[in-house]
């Protein structure tokens, strides 16, 4: 079993930055992807960025490209998304989500499905 704690989130204006947290306990987490998703209210939940086992690979929505950067470290089974530049419709609750299903892929998934993990979220509020 994988718990996942998030943290770092919070209420910002729009151009702030915010850096959010994700600890891992239990089983080691360090050859599995991570993935940071979102949901905003009356939205589905939707991925925002990815990284593989190594961070050899990752992903961005189109959405937060340019504007966010994942990040993780193995050695304190941390997960990690910097987000700079924000704007209101970043608004949402962050979730980070590690998926067991994928031992040292070298590509990122994206598929809420492909997740079998995940933490409890933080919400990160942006105001104009």
């Known amino acids: 079993q994988v718990q996942l704690v998030e943290s770092g989130g919070g209420l910002v204006q729009a151009g702030d930055s915010l850096r959010l947290s994700c600890a891992a306990s239990?089983?080691?987490?360090?050859?599995?992807?991570m993935a940071w998703f979102r949901q905003a209210p009356g939205k589905e939940r939707e991925c925002v960025a990815g990284?593989?086992?190594?961070?050899?690979?990752?992903y961005y929505a189109d959405s937060v490209k340019g504007r966010f950067t994942i990040s993780r470290d193995n050695a304190k089974k941390t997960g990690y998304l910097q987000m700079n530049s924000l704007k209101p419709e970043d608004t949402a609750v962050y979730y980070c989500?590690?998926?067991?299903?994928?031992?040292?892929?070298?590509?990122?998934?994206?598929?809420?499905?492909?997740?079998?993990?995940w933490g409890q979220g933080t919400q990160v509020t942006v105001s104009s």
């Open positions: 989500a590690v998926s067991s299903r994928t031992a040292f892929r070298s590509t990122v998934i994206t598929a809420e499905e492909d997740y079998d993990y």
């Open positions: 239990g089983r080691t987490i360090n050859r599995y992807s």
């Open positions: 990284i593989n086992w190594s961070a050899a690979s990752t």
